[in-house]
C-alpha cells in the first residue's frame, strides 16, 4: 500500500473536484469508493460544508488532519469536536459574499413584485388587463431587516439602499455598522416590511425565524432565506404562506434538500431555487483554488489560509 497521502472528496456533488486536486499533484479518491485498507492514507477532506460529517465517519480515518470546506458554510462540521482531536477546519471565506447579495435581491424583488407569477400569467394566456389595475406595492421606502451582518449580510444591505430601501439589522454580536440594530430579533421583524436571512447557521441557531418572528413580519409581508434551510421553522413558514398569516417567501435553501416538488407544490406565493446562490462561475472557482490551497498548505506543513 501507498504511503502517499490521500485526499478525499466527501459527496457526489464535488466528483468534479478530483481533477482538479490531482492536477495539483495530490492523490484524491471519493468517500463513497474508499477501500477500508485506503483509510489510514487520508490526510485531508475536501467538503461542502452543509453536508454533515459524522464523528463515525470521521473517526474511521485514523491520520485524518484537515476539512476543507469549499464552501462558506461548515454547519455540517461539528468544529469543536474536530478541535478536540487535532483536526483542523476551513472554509471559503466571504468567497461569494457579492453573488449570495445579488441572489438575494433576486428573490427579494420577483417575490414581491410577483415576477414569477406574471412569467406564468403571460405564457399561460391569461394576461387580462384588469389585473394591471389592482398593483402591488413597490420598494423605495419599504423597510428591509437583514438577520445577520457577516459579508452577505452587508452586502444585502448596501444593495437594499441602493433601491432606496430602509434598512436595520439583528445579530447576536453587536458591532459598529452604517445601520441601527435592532434590540431582538423578533423586533426586527416587527419593524420590517421585507426580512432578509443571512446568518451563518450554527448548533443553537435552528429555528432562529420561529413561528412568531414569521407572524411578526406579516400578512403584508415578505421572508428572504438565503443562508440555510435549519435557520427557518419550515413547517411554520409553509403554514403561515397558506392561511395568509406571511405575505411572500423567497428561499434559496431549505430544511432538507433537495427539495421535493411533493412539499411545495401547492404553497403559494414562493419564489423557489435550488440552493444556487453562492455559485457563479466568477465565485465557484475562487472557492474550489482556496480548498486546494489549503490542502497543499497543510500537506506542507504550512499554517492554512482561511481557517474557521
Known amino acids: ?32 469508493e474508499l477501500a477500508e485498507a485506503e483509510t489510514g492514507r487520508v490526510r485531508a477532506i ?11 465517519f470521521l473517526g474511521s480515518l485514523p491520520r485524518l488532519g484537515l476539512i476543507a470546506n469549499v464552501s462558506v458554510g461548515y454547519d455540517g462540521v461539528d468544529v469543536g469536536w474536530c478541535r478536540a482531536r487535532g483536526i483542523e477546519v476551513t472554509h471559503a471565506k466571504a468567497m461569494n459574499a457579492d453573488d449570495v447579495a445579488d441572489q438575494a435581491l433576486g428573490l427579494l424583488i420577483a417575490a414581491w413584485r410577483n415576477i414569477v407569477t406574471g412569467d406564468a400569467i403571460v405564457r399561460s394566456g391569461r394576461w387580462n388587463n384588469a389585473d394591471r389595475m389592482r398593483p402591488g406595492p413597490g420598494l423605495k421606502g419599504r423597510r428591509v431587516g437583514v438577520v445577520g451582518l457577516g459579508a452577505i449580510g452587508e452586502a444585502v444591505a448596501k444593495r437594499c439602499e441602493a433601491f432606496d430601501m430602509i434598512v436595520a439589522w439583528w445579530g447576536p454580536r453587536p458591532k459598529i455598522a452604517p445601520w441601527p440594530r435592532t434590540e431582538s430579533l423578533l423586533e426586527l421583524a416587527e419593524t420590517s416590511d421585507i426580512l432578509v436571512v443571512a446568518a451563518r447557521a450554527e448548533a ?26 435549519s435557520l427557518i421553522d419550515e413547517d411554520a413558514l409553509i403554514a403561515a404562506l397558506k392561511d395568509g398569516r406571511l405575505g411572500r417567501a423567497g428561499l434559496d435553501v431549505f430544511a432538507e434538500e433537495p427539495a421535493t416538488a411533493e412539499r411545495w407544490a401547492d404553497v403559494p406565493n414562493a ?15 475562487r472557492m474550489v483554488a482556496q480548498a486546494v490551497q489549503n490542502v497543499r498548505l497543510f500537506l506542507a506543513g504550512e499554517p492554512v489560509a482561511s481557517p474557521v
Not at 429555528?207 to 409581508?221: D, T
Not at 419564489?271 to 472557482?285: M, W
Open 1 to 32: 500500500m501507498s504511503d502517499t497521502p490521500l485526499v478525499l472528496i466527501s459527496h457526489p456533488m464535488l466528483a468534479p473536484l478530483r481533477g482538479a486536486l490531482e492536477a495539483q499533484g495530490l492523490a484524491a479518491a471519493h468517500a463513497w
Open 46 to 56: 475536501v467538503h461542502a460544508g452543509e453536508f454533515k460529517l459524522t464523528p463515525e
Open 204 to 229: 443553537g441557531n435552528r429555528g432562529l425565524v420561529s413561528k412568531a418572528v414569521i407572524e411578526a413580519v406579516g400578512p403584508q409581508g415578505l421572508i428572504v432565506n438565503v443562508a440555510r434551510g
Open 271 to 285: 419564489v423557489l431555487t435550488p440552493h444556487t446562490a453562492g455559485g457563479t462561475t466568477d465565485s465557484i472557482p
